[in-house]
């Protein structure tokens, strides 16, 4: 029997969204001031860096044990904040996009067995990349429509 991995279809969505919205901006536009202190390009590079280290866990978890990776999401925001608004604007979106489509692929070339077993492992891992995409595509639509309004 084969898992429901309806979160495949849900991540490459997000992904062609972003890419979409990506490709119809503005330097001008990824330099625009979003929330708490960051650019456009800069969320975008914060995608990337989350997409990057889910990647990271899932090819370490198919040599190796399964085992939690706790961290506090506030200090990592933080301390990655200078980085990603130190990054020129183009490489941060390409970062993103390279991320989406490296754990995306990833995904969908994971076994069930290994899908299985790091959702049975209860540690802080997400298959539906979807989620945190949309919540920062939303994001930053809005400062895009409040500065188009303008």
Request: net charge negative.
């Amino acid at each position: 029997m084969t898992m429901n991995r309806d979160f495949q279809t849900a991540n490459n969505a997000s992904r062609e969204k972003m890419r979409k919205l990506i490709e119809g901006m503005s330097d001008e536009e990824l330099a625009l001031p979003a929330v708490a202190g960051w650019t456009v390009a800069a969320t975008f590079a914060h995608v990337a860096f989350w997409d990057f280290r889910i990647l990271y866990l899932l090819k370490h978890w198919q040599e190796n044990e399964i085992a939690p990776s706790p961290y506090d999401v506030d200090a990592i925001n933080e301390a990655q904040k200078p980085i990603c608004l130190a990054l020129p604007p183009r490489v941060a979106v390409e970062l993103a996009l390279q991320a989406a489509l490296e754990i995306d692929s990833e995904i969908e070339a994971a076994s069930d067995e290994l899908v299985k077993k790091i959702q049975d492992a209860n540690v802080q891992f997400k298959f539906e990349r979807n989620g945190h995409r949309e919540y920062h595509i939303k994001e930053i639509e809005q400062v895009l429509a409040n500065h188009r309004a303008k």
